[in-house]
């Protein structure tokens, strides 16, 4: 009798830009998961470069982020051994592919992206083309791969069904082509706020250093950030409606630390915010320190990261060549050689 085989593994896409140090919220919201995932599913994950110009960039300082944020991923424990690490501007099929669903997408449907509205508000004297159609890219970047689910933070999930219409939509009009994929959230932290301001969302972009916590700052600079983090004028470190600042601490520390909201509440009754503080401060630094220490490593070593990079370009392009050869037919190119 011959062996069962095994179902074949379901496959991951996710990708992060290049504009900076990851932030506490990219590295709680997403690449944890990633790393959590990766062993379990056939993972692809990518430096989104195509992304990163949406907004003005240096061209040198561009570079050295990728490489630098190529590092940090590696650092935070994504192994090029057992998932497909890249740059999405080594593969060319990611922004071909974008050409040809931006036709399957809706002027409308764009407009209607928060995303684009705050960034065009933010950057109002360089509202560019690609600044609209980026959505575009980002399902180009998941359908290239037919990925079956995309773990990534809850500020994306406009952007995740977008690329759902896209594909549905493109099936429908052309026949079965594209797996439709599902979003993956993480239980605690899909959503990590300021530190300065908790009805805002953690970015990178923040004006004020103290509101994001960087997963290279040094213990120091963590401890300072926590300690000044805006909470309420109440004492009772409990995850209640109201306690925005508290509830996202309470959330990073569970994150950090795997305690539930109640065990956080029991561990700091009676003791009121300054030792719950510095608490989530000391785990935060301790939780990175790993992190921070493996990234210096491979930082050192351009010849090891250009070397994972080449290959995982490899890897990704024979997989989308065969995408789009599929797409390329189904729209009605001549094959091309
Ligand atoms: P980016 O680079 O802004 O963020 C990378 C990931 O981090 C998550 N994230 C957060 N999660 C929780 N709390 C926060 N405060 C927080 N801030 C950021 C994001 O949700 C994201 O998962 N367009 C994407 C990159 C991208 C992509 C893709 C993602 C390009 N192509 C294809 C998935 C699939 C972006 O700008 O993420």
Redesign the pocket.
Known sequence: MSEPTAAPKKRI???????GV??????????RNWHKLQDDFDSIY?I?D???ITVLQEPAELRKNTMRAFALMLACGIDPKRSITFV?SQNPH?AELSWVLSCSTMFGELSRMT?FKDKSARHADNINAGLFT??V???A??LAYN?DL????????Q??EL?RNIAQRFNQRYGETFTVPDGYF?EQ??????LQDPTK????SDENANA?VYILDDKDTILRKFKRAVTDSDTEVCYKEGKDGINNLMTIYGAVTGKTMDEITAEFAGQGYGPFKEAVGEAVADHLAPVQAEYARLIADKAYLTQCMTEGAGQAFRITRKALQKVYRRVGFIDRL
């Open positions: 896409f996710s990708a992060i830009q290049p504009t990851f932030t506490l919220g990219n590295y709680i919201g997403a690449i990518c989104a195509l992304h990163a999405q990611h995303q980026y959505p890219l980002m399902a970047d998941i990925a995309v773990p990534i933070g809850a500020d994306q999930k952007h995740l690329a993480p932290g899909a959503r990590l706020m300021s969302k953690m970015s990178k994001c």
